[in-house]
T-cell receptor
Framework: DAGVIQSPRHEVTEMGQEVTLRCKPI?????LFWYRQTMMRGLELLIY????????DSGMPEDRFSAKMPNASFSTLKIQPSEPRDSAVYFC???????????FGDGTRLSIL | EDQVTQSPEALRLQEGESSSLNCSYT??????LFWYRQDPGKGPEFLFT???AGEEKEKERLKATLTKKESFLHITAPKPEDSATYLC?????????????FGAGTRLAVHP
């Protein structure tokens, strides 16, 4: 079975540009999570969805960040406008049920110049 | 506040030299403790879930154990391919079944 698929794997862009990260969860999984990983703060949950509905976005750093899940097989995380401090690795994870483990994609390494 | 502390930060072992990684946690009502392995440039890969004190899980050279305050990941006779960062995460009632709180990880290097 295919795992969680993220694109692009790497993104380099200039400050102020819009950035869109994409995620395809594992088929049949009903929860989706977006994380950010940095050396300083480790893995932090940004937002999660249950059955395509955003449940908790308290981890989203500010209004420049937004996430959508238009259907069960696709989600986006958008940063507009981007800033250098947004540079990090962004991971998407999905899960089948309440106490099941989350399965992660290989991430998008984002660099904002 | 739910908290996870992993130690040591980094560990260097010779091939075949067994050791243990520690994960101490503070959570009001544990709903699962998860161990992941992360290789450079990759996402965390799920290893184990533990739910209650006294529970143990094994997979090849790895064995995870759980008490009411901490979990250990024992590595028996490690090989160079076991080199990775090992992450521990807890799931508690603050986030229900939905929020994992991760530790900073232990970077393991196994040398031949």
């Amino acid at each position: 079975d295919a795992g969680v698929i993220q694109s692009p794997r790497h993104e380099v862009t200039e400050m102020g540009q819009e950035v869109t990260l994409r995620c395809k969860p594992i088929s049949g999984h009903n929860s989706l999570f977006w994380y950010r990983q940095t050396m300083m703060r480790g893995l932090e949950l940004l937002i999660y969805f249950n059955n395509n509905v955003p449940i908790d976005d308290s981890g989203m750093p500010e209004d420049r960040f937004s996430a959508k899940m238009p259907n069960a097989s696709f989600s986006t995380l958008k940063i507009q406008p981007s800033e250098p401090r947004d540079s990090a690795v962004y991971f998407c994870a999905s899960r089948q049920g309440g106490n099941q483990p989350q399965h992660f994609g290989d991430g998008t390494r984002l660099s904002i110049l | 506040e739910d908290q996870v502390t992993q130690s040591p930060e980094a560990l260097r072992l010779q091939e075949g030299e067994s050791s243990s990684l520690n994960c101490s946690y503070t959570v009001s009502g544990l709903r699962g403790l998860f161990w992941y392995r992360q290789d450079p440039g990759k996402g965390p890969e799920f290893l184990f879930t533990l739910y209650s004190a006294g529970e143990e899980k094994e997979k090849e050279r790895l064995k995870a154990t759980l008490t009411k305050k901490e979990s250990f990941l024992h590595i028996t006779a490690p090989k160079p391919e076991d080199s990775a960062t090992y992450l521990c995460a807890v799931q508690g009632p603050a986030g229900g079944y939905n929020k994992l709180i991760f530790g900073a990880g232990t970077r393991l290097a196994v040398h031949p």
